[in-house]
């Protein structure tokens, strides 16, 4: 079957580095999406993966490793509107995205 | 900015009665999808459309059914409401120049059923 795990919440505190994982087991790769999505509002694209390695845009990177099935997006600067959760999704080998439950983080002052 | 709205925020209905779920995008879009979101599980693809009056079941396509009578509109029909329907329904649309383009997303509607 297709899997995607990633923690369930996750709690850092404002100013800091978070880094948050997602695993994947799927029938083929066409990329590795990351969404986030601020309680009760919608999902909004934060970076798209399909080659291994490290990709930045501002405080925010992802990265990718196809051998492993991993990937993690890492938080610098934490802010407090960064509380949200986060989702990872991958396209699969029939480009349908697969969602894991999303990992809600918590900042603290 | 791509906008995609969706009709209601929030919305109860009682167990037997039919919903209606519109979702419109602005963007030209030729892709359009119908997810449900529920605590502790990923996004759940239920219906999604390639194109006008075409349509694709998901992964949960049980219970529901979907009309795409325009591009711009998407709806899903909930024909005899059920309390495990209970739930956040997200709306979203891609463009269809690439399958990897990103989907924009609705602010979701969140069914009650009584």
């Known amino acids: 079957g297709q899997n995607i795990d990633q923690p369930t919440e996750m709690t850092a505190t404002e100013g800091a580095i978070v880094q948050i994982n997602c695993t994947y087991q799927?029938?083929?790769?066409?990329?590795l999406f990351w969404y986030q999505q601020h309680a009760g509002e919608a999902p909004t694209f934060l970076s798209y993966?399909?080659l291994d390695g490290l990709e930045e845009k501002g405080r925010f990177s992802s990265f990718l490793s196809r051998s492993k099935g991993y990937s993690y997006l890492l938080l610098k600067e934490l802010q407090m509107k960064d509380s949200a959760s986060y989702l990872c999704a991958v396209l699969d080998s029939n480009y349908q995205l697969i969602w894991g439950a999303g990992t809600k983080l918590i900042i603290k002052p | 900015d791509v906008k995609v709205t969706q009709s209601s925020r929030y919305l109860v209905k009682r167990t037997g009665e039919k919903v209606f779920l519109e979702c419109v995008q602005d963007m030209d879009h030729e892709n359009m999808f119908w997810y449900r979101q529920d605590p502790g599980l990923g996004l759940r693809l239920i219906y999604f459309?390639?194109?006008?009056?075409?349509?694709e079941k998901g992964d949960i396509p049980e219970g529901y059914s979907v009309s795409r009578e325009k591009k711009e509109r998407f709806s899903l029909i909930l024909e005899s409401a059920s309390t495990n329907q209970t739930s956040m329904y997200l709306c979203?649309?891609?463009?269809?120049?690439?399958?990897?383009?990103?989907?924009?997303f609705g602010p979701g509607t969140r069914l009650t059923v009584l």
């Open positions: 979203a649309s891609k463009s269809g120049t690439s399958e990897t383009d990103t989907q924009y």
């Open positions: 459309s390639y194109d006008v009056k075409m349509k």
């Open positions: 799927t029938s083929g790769f066409n990329g």
């Open positions: 993966n399909v």
